[in-house]
């Protein structure tokens, strides 16, 4: 009988050293840049997300102009769980955490040991064995400096970090007094007296911690949620406005980068639409989440891998935005794909289609289906492609074949008005058929207003091998179409 209790101490003592400490979660602005780049492709989610509507005054008029919407996640901020209120994980950070160390003693005055515990320090209490301490902060993601590297390739606006780079939102030791629970203000939140509220986790079968109340200290037997909890309390402090600690709200001095934005509510620790979590250190994930997973049934848990041997832990806050680039005065927004408005205006006189044959590139693959060289000259993403060209019905049959099509967009309207090309075309229709009596609307190329990136000039469609004669309309945001271009064929 004693081996068998010697034996069950040696199993969770090996356990333990198995899936405890990593490194030391120390890391730099690069390292923080390096790892919120390498959870892009999973984090950003970005996609269409409507039409922009803008008047545009000037001496001959007003117009209405369109600009594209659209939607992602965005790097906010990083949040640091620290155990020592006299260092900082992140090195840039550690002069500043100078200065809150140096208010945190004259706020706390003796009242708090420095790991945040009332009462003498060294002192050991059996009750507080999963009663854990740390310090907080809220910082403005350096990434708001700068855009996404590689980002512009996209082909498409992309909402931008907007906090201050680097701008400490939220500091625990400037907000020591209700931080460290000295003046109990967040005990009065019903969410602090009622378990279940504001739970992390899907209470009662399995929770990380509460929300509330918004202190430092939390009971945790496994350090890295203990860790997590913090943050979201942190977070949840700097995401709203008017609450009871010393901070600045993430809102305070945004960058607009020239759009208008539509912001996300405040934070909700199990509302993924209202910001999500990365950890950076000391384990890197690329993949965004919110925090609460049940692994109560799992035989591995979220703390695996992720302990720090410091008790200092980093996070990346992303918070989803809406936003289109400003045109003028805004008038309103229409929620889905981009697309094209119809209204009054004169008629636009279209550019002759260019090629090397008659006008018309001839680049028809042969009939064993050979391969055909992509012309488009503008390239954009595939989530962009896929909204810029519409095959009707009539573009293909039971036989296909890859036709090169290139065209010289307009630059005036047929009055001689010059045109505004980024702002005033709004797509090109292609008509083709087996003669120039039979045209038919085939396909249609919807530019997005505003972003020149998305005025392609030449497409490889799929159609079918009986449509040999085409040609071309150009039609602008009011909805009025050009006369057709010469007509041309493709040789046979």
């Not at 005036?412 to 797509?427: N, T, V």
Request: proline share 6%; aromatic share 8%; hydrophobic share 40%.
């Amino acid at each position: 009988m004693r081996w068998n209790k010697r034996f069950c101490v040696y199993l969770v003592l090996s356990w333990t050293a198995l899936s405890g400490a990593v490194q030391a979660a120390s890391t730099n602005t690069a390292a923080i840049i390096s790892g919120t780049a390498a959870a892009l492709p999973s984090c950003l989610n970005w996609r269409l997300d409507g039409t922009c509507l803008w008047l545009r005054c000037g001496w001959g008029g007003c117009r209405v102009r369109t600009t594209l919407r659209v939607y992602n996640y965005t790097p906010e901020a990083v949040v640091t769980v620290r155990n020592d209120s006299a260092s900082h994980p992140w090195a840039e950070m550690t002069p500043v955490t100078a200065t809150s160390s140096g208010v945190l003693l004259g706020l706390t005055a003796g009242l708090a040991d420095g790991n945040g515990n009332a009462g003498p320090a060294g002192q050991v209490h059996r009750d507080r064995r999963n009663l854990v301490y740390r310090e907080a902060d809220v910082i403005g993601h350096p990434l708001s400096a700068t855009r996404f590297t590689g980002l512009a390739q996209i082909g498409a606006p992309v909402c931008l970090p907007r906090t201050i780079p680097l701008f400490p939102y939220f500091q625990s030791g400037n907000d020591a007094l209700v931080w460290r629970d000295i003046t109990p203000v967040e005990s009065l939140y019903p969410a602090a007296l009622l378990p279940g509220l504001r739970e992390i986790g899907n209470f009662p079968l399995n929770t990380w911690g509460s929300v509330y109340p918004r202190t430092g200290t939390v009971i945790q037997q496994e350090e890295p949620k203990a860790a997590a909890v913090i943050a979201q309390r942190a977070a949840d402090i700097a995401s709203r406005s008017a609450q009871p600690h010393v901070y600045v709200p993430l809102t305070t001095g945004m960058a607009s980068h020239g759009n208008r934005w539509w912001d996300p509510e405040p934070l909700d620790e199990r509302d993924p639409a209202t910001g999500t979590w990365q950890m950076l250190k000391p384990r890197l994930d690329t993949g965004c989440y919110v925090f609460g997973e049940n692994d109560s049934l799992s035989l591995t848990s979220w703390s695996d891998g992720r302990m720090d041997t410091e008790g200092d832990y980093v996070f990346n806050l992303w918070r989803p935005y809406s936003c289109c680039r400003s045109a003028g005065i805004f008038i309103g927004s229409i929620p889905g794909a981009a697309g094209s408005l119809v209204g009054v205006g004169t008629d636009i006189a279209f550019g002759d289609i260019t090629s090397t044959v008659d006008g018309l590139t001839d680049a028809i693959g042969d009939s064993a289906g050979g391969a055909v060289e992509d012309s488009v000259t503008s390239i954009v993403s595939s989530a962009v492609a896929e909204a810029l060209i519409t095959l009707t019905d009539d573009a293909a049959g039971d036989n296909t074949r890859p036709v090169t099509v290139e065209w010289a967009l307009p630059e005036a309207r047929a009055d001689g008005e010059a045109l505004d090309l980024y702002h005033d075309i709004s797509g090109v229709t292609l008509y083709g058929g087996p003669d120039a009596d039979n045209l038919r609307r085939i396909a249609e190329v919807s530019y997005m207003v505003g972003e020149p990136e998305t005025y392609i000039t030449s497409a490889t469609l799929e159609l079918d091998t009986n449509l040999r004669v085409f040609a071309m309309t150009a039609y602008d945001i009011w909805g009025n179409e050009s006369e057709r271009s010469n007509v041309l064929g493709i040789e046979r």
